[in-house]
């Protein structure tokens, strides 16, 4: 069993900077993708990135990519998400999750593919 729990958001100015941590408890396996995903009021939750557990490997959705890095610390098994160039679309409620790969070479961008979710926290972009 993983639990996954998010800290770092907050309320910051358009055109600021956020980072935003998930810290996991129990056993992360190498297989492990960390994904980081985000919801709007009103919207569907979109995938926002992800980082393979055994070396490092990130993968972004496109119009994030430049702005948003992911991260992980292995020895204190947590997974960050830094955040420039913040826009007010920005705003939603940021979630950390997990899923064992079940094979090389994969990648996992749907919401319904990981099994372990964090309780998110909010970021609010003000313009």
């Known amino acids: 069993q993983v639990q996954l729990v998010e800290s770092g958001g907050g309320l910051v100015q358009d055109g600021g900077s956020l980072r935003l941590s998930c810290a996991a408890s129990?056993?992360?396996?190498?297989?492990?993708?960390m994904g980081w995903f985000r919801q709007a009021p009103g919207k569907e939750r979109e995938f926002v990135g992800a980082?393979?557990?055994?070396?490092?490997?990130?993968y972004y959705t496109e119009s994030l990519k430049g702005r948003f890095t992911i991260s992980r610390d292995n020895a204190k098994n947590t997974v960050a998400l830094q955040m420039n160039s913040l826009k007010p679309p920005d705003t939603a409620a940021y979630y950390c999750?997990?899923?064992?790969?079940?094979?090389?070479?994969?990648?996992?961008?749907?919401?319904?593919?990981?099994?372990?979710w964090g309780q998110g926290t909010q970021v609010t972009v003000s313009s």
């Open positions: 980082i393979r557990w055994s070396d490092g490997y990130t």
């Open positions: 129990g056993r992360i396996y190498s297989t492990y993708h």
């Open positions: 999750a997990a899923v064992a790969s079940i094979g090389p070479g994969r990648r996992y961008y749907n919401e319904y593919e990981y099994y372990y």
